[in-house]
């Protein structure tokens, strides 16, 4: 059975930092790219970042670039979200999902609130 499990998330005030984590299980964590989603309340879903099955490559939404890395450790099919300088503008629900699947996970609360 496919499970994402996303976590991490949290209030924080504007400036500070939070790691995302997104724990796999269920399936070949290391054969497929990985992405972060993000929703805010009353507005669509959109791409954050994503990254290819080794980590050897990313790409960033331009809101993010320069304040998001994302990142994945394959040997603990765990994928990473590290988001510094937060701005009132990320708070969203995040996701994690598989690129080519329809897998999500249930999704983590980013509060960005001073």
């Known amino acids: 059975q496919v499970q994402l499990v996303e976590s991490g998330g949290g209030l924080v005030q504007p400036g500070e930092s939070l790691r995302l984590s997104c724990a796999a299980s269920?399936?070949?964590?290391?054969?497929?790219?990985m992405r972060w989603y993000r929703q805010a309340p009353g507005k669509e879903r959109e791409l954050v970042a994503s990254?290819?099955?080794?980590?050897?490559?990313?790409n960033y939404a331009d809101s993010v670039k320069g304040r998001f890395t994302i990142s994945r450790d394959n040997a603990k099919n765990t994928m990473y979200l590290q988001m510094n300088s937060l701005k009132p503008e990320d708070t969203a629900v995040y996701y994690c999902?598989?690129?080519?699947?329809?897998?999500w996970g249930q999704g983590t609360q980013v509060t960005v609130s001073s």
């Open positions: 999902k598989v690129i080519g699947k329809n897998w």
């Open positions: 990254i290819s099955r080794a980590g050897g490559s990313a």
């Open positions: 269920g399936f070949t964590f290391s054969i497929y790219d």
